[in-house]
């Protein structure tokens, strides 16, 4: 028995330290969005569950982490009076066996999602999305020309008519 499980742990080993590295491959799918990282402020406005437009003053901080493998974004947004409104956290990564992006974002309310991610246009355009829990989808398209940065937020019940309920433009400050 003790020579079995000798064994199970030399080909664990062996196994482990045969991973193959998927760094370069991860690393050429996120350049892809890499014009994101920085520090990012401006204005923007939502539609609050009533129907009353708030506006807002918002800095996103995005940095690179494990070698440029994943894109960490921290936003926070507050009304003139100091209210914070939007307090958001994500992490954004590349998949290199399904080939696909993936967006997890954790509010300070406690609620989270597991969103699509897809680079429309390298470097340009990118859009996000999830299903909401209310029924319907949501989903957030963002246009950057370099040093501005454009998003829109809609819903849609049936994915074919898509309603506004948000909107944030941003300057690259670093």
């Known amino acids: 028995m003790k020579k079995l499980f000798v064994l199970y742990i030399f080909i664990s080993i062996n196994l482990f330290a045969q991973t193959p590295d998927f760094s370069k491959e991860v690393q050429t799918a996120m350049s892809s969005v890499s014009v994101m ?10 539609f609050s569950p009533n129907g009353e437009k708030n506006f807002s003053h918002t800095i996103e901080n995005i940095e690179w982490k494990l070698d440029k493998t994943l894109l960490v974004l921290e936003g926070l947004g507050e009304k003139d009076s100091g209210q914070i409104v939007h307090n958001a956290y994500g992490v954004l990564s590349y998949n290199p066996h399904a080939d696909k992006y993936s967006l997890k974002t954790f509010l300070s309310s406690g609620l989270s999602t597991d969103a699509s991610f897809e680079v429309v246009e390298s470097n340009k355009i990118f859009r996000w999305w999830f299903e909401d829990n209310r029924g319907g989808t949501i989903q957030y398209t963002i246009t950057n020309s370099g040093d501005e940065w454009n998003e829109i937020g809609e819903y849609s019940m049936d994915k074919k008519q898509w309603k506004k309920f948000f909107e944030m433009n941003l300057k690259k400050m670093e």
């Open 37 to 46: 990282a920085g520090k990012w402020e401006g204005d923007g406005w939502r």
